[in-house]
């Protein structure tokens, strides 16, 4: 069964209208300021292009996973594109002008997986089980990324 | 020494820098930049003019317009797919052995299990299966009046020899049925000797493929899922963690490059694309082309369907920057074995990586029920698979009304589909007493077997590697696997 093309676009526009600004947040968490809008654009159109779009319940669910693997994909790239450039510092991604310098750092030298965990716990107030959903990883995965995190993140407050 | 933070305090502390991490956000733009899609998708020329046309039109809403031409393209991506034959499940139907075969009455099953050598630890829970389902059936009433029997036997250690003298014996002592072997190649070891006997073999652990299409009278059956059932689960699993581009390494070798294909076609089925396909020599000593071809290629995952030298590829993946905390890397844990993790010398090595392993997790209940009479039990595998095997069985021979392993065979696989469902013996037997069809959904799964006598849908654990470069059992999944 096949709905109208019409109705289907209006219905992810509708989507994309609701969703984006949870999803740019997300995003630029994960990759800073500069590339967060375009890994957002990124993601979602793969996603509503992908063959599984029309099939999918959780859309929320699946764009997240969707900007969280389209930001793996665009870090990749980056670091292949600015392989002779000195390491994007974290100034450059987010200013941060609430944390202390020492404490920015260990922002920055976090996993995207790491961010993206200490993200959906304490600003999407997600459990485990949810977050593990949302990202497409194991719950036990979501445990561990979150403890190594907080140890490191632990390690630079004290400092 | 400066104040310690207090889980309470450290909490707050992340709150903010959660919250300075989004805020940060730049303006959500109004609509996907046109230039921007343009240049990333690749779907072919077709797909940009959509793209294109479509801004070039200037609909009233330029994001309804983008997301109708990305509809468009998504259709025509969905017609592509259909263009493919449809997929349809295996053919369904009963095994129609024409060998005469012989009844006395009672039905007698030998097993072929490992107990002895590397396989072993293996074989444990499936011996243990194995008596359980026929003490649960004796106790039950039995077969066609009179208690099943069961004559416990080893397969060995991969010597056909010994797999050999254990079939000998049980044909000579009049066994309806074999169950085993647990290895898919002793069980092509044996299989001409007991099917050419007019007697049934039944093994829940084989997953070759070559079994499916082997020349076996209408006599073999196994409730193990064929590798292409576990390629699904494994390509399922893959597109459900978010994965769109896929690199492929199999060793050279009709086994391992058949799971690749099994592997492959899912994949492309649900969409994802395979951007690397090697098959590589596994005596090698150094698989550089195949790593420069995956780092090059960047994939989301990677699948390799080899045995230990998937290792030697990880590390030589890690020491370029792929790793597996970054991309999705997938094996077949049968295949690796294991103790894989243990072959990493660089702790950590595997940590993430993940592999399926076609057995069923076992219930609670079942697990208690096993661990009454086998108290040492630490893993259960092919447990539920062996337990379904020998009340499958039973029930055939009720239905059939006869021992007569011929006419057992022609009624297999009619239990396992279609009709009344039911889950235990007794239950089952009560209505094939009673005249009614019956549709047997056992401690593995729903069984539904194919014509060819094996399940079309079928328990496959996910498991994943941990610390200590071992499988972390906290992290195991089970899901469903079905053509």
Redesign the interface.
Known sequence: MRTD??E???D??DV??RL??EL??????LVG?SD???V???A???A???????AVANRRAYLY??V??EA??WK??A??RLAREARASVADR???P??RPD?REA?GAL???Q?AV??L???ADLDPTAIAER???????VR?HLARA?AR??EA??? | M????TTDR??I??????????????E??ES??AN??VV??H?GPR?RYLLVAAVVVGVV?L??A???A??????D??VR?NQQPAVTGPPVGEAAPTCAGDADGRLLIGGLLPETGDLASLGAPMIAAASLAVEEINAAGGVLGRPVEYIPGDSGDGDPEAANLTVDSHLAAGADAVLGAAASGVSLDVIDTITSACRIQFSPANTSPELTDHDDGDLYFRTAPSDVLQGRALADLI??????TVALLAPQGAYSEGLLDFTKRPLGE??AEVVVERTYDPEATSFDAEVEAVVAA?P?ALVMTGFAESSIILNALAAR?FTP??HGVYVYIDNVGPAWGESFTDPGGPV?VKGTRPTAGATDEFRRRLLLREPDLQDFSYGPETYDAVIIMALAAERAGTDNPAEVARNINGVTRGGEACATFDECRDLIAGGEDIDYNGESGPLEFSAAGEPTVAGVAIL?Y?ADNRI?D??T?FRQAKF
């Not at chain 1, 990202?135 to 995965?141: A, F, M, R, V, W």
């Open positions: 093309a019409a289907l676009a209006a992810d526009a994309y209208r984006a600004p740019l947040r997300f995003a630029n968490a300021r967060a809008a375009d957002l654009s990124s979602v159109v793969k509503l292009a992908s063959a599984t779009w029309p996973r969707a969280f693997n793996r994909r990749r790239r670091a292949q987010w200013e941060l609430a944390l404490v922002v996993s995207m997986r961010r200490i993200v716990t304490y600003w990202l497409g990883i194991s719950e036990g995965s561990r907080r993140l632990r407050l004290d400092a | 400066p104040d310690r933070h450290l909490d502390e992340l709150r903010r820098i959660a919250e300075a991490l989004v805020a940060e956000a730049p959500v733009p996907l930049p921007h899609v990333r998708l779907g797909r809403s994001v309804g983008l997301l109708a990305t509809r468009r393209a998504a259709d991506a969905d797919v597109v459900a963690e978010g994965n769109r649900q969409g960047d989301d920057g905390d970054e993430g994943s941990g972390d906290s992290l999944e």
